[in-house]
């Protein structure tokens, strides 16, 4: 019953969430896969690491794909997310931490940099 109170719960924030809580929602996603990720990596649960940087790598292209062009800063944001999926590629293939840290690291400084957008809005 909890479960189904949570799976509830989580979808009405989805449904009632603006674009930019649905933005930081990706990211908080990304970042929770990466950390899966992370952690099978060092039990070597190869399976886990595929499955959890694919996830990752599907954000992330998401978030590419809603970019809004209209904005210049649309084709910076267009070349991190390109590095960021790359990376993510190249981690899944050789399996190393290294690499994946290094993606989840640009992938967090993407969403602080969010939530400062967020935040500077909002004081508008």
């Avoid at 990304?30 to 060092?42: C, G, Q, S």
């Avoid at 910076?76 to 997310?81: A, G």
């Avoid at 967090?108 to 500077?120: A, G, I, P, S, Y």
Wanted: glycine share 2%.
């Amino acid at each position: 019953m909890a479960i189904n109170a949570a799976m509830t719960y989580q979808n009405n924030a989805i449904q009632t969430a603006s674009p930019a809580e649905l933005t930081l929602m990706l990211y908080e996603g990304a970042i929770k896969f990466a950390n899966i990720a992370m952690m099978a990596i060092e039990n070597g649960d190869i399976e886990k690491v595929h499955l959890n940087i694919v996830k990752t790598e599907n954000i992330i292209m998401e978030l590419r794909y809603t970019l809004d062009h209209k904005y210049p800063v649309a084709k910076d944001f267009e070349q991190v997310y390109d590095y960021i999926y790359r990376r993510l590629v190249d981690a899944n293939v050789k399996k190393e931490k290294e690499i994946l840290e290094e993606a989840l690291g640009y992938i967090r400084e993407m969403r602080d940099t969010w939530k400062e957008v967020m935040k500077l809005s909002k004081a508008q």
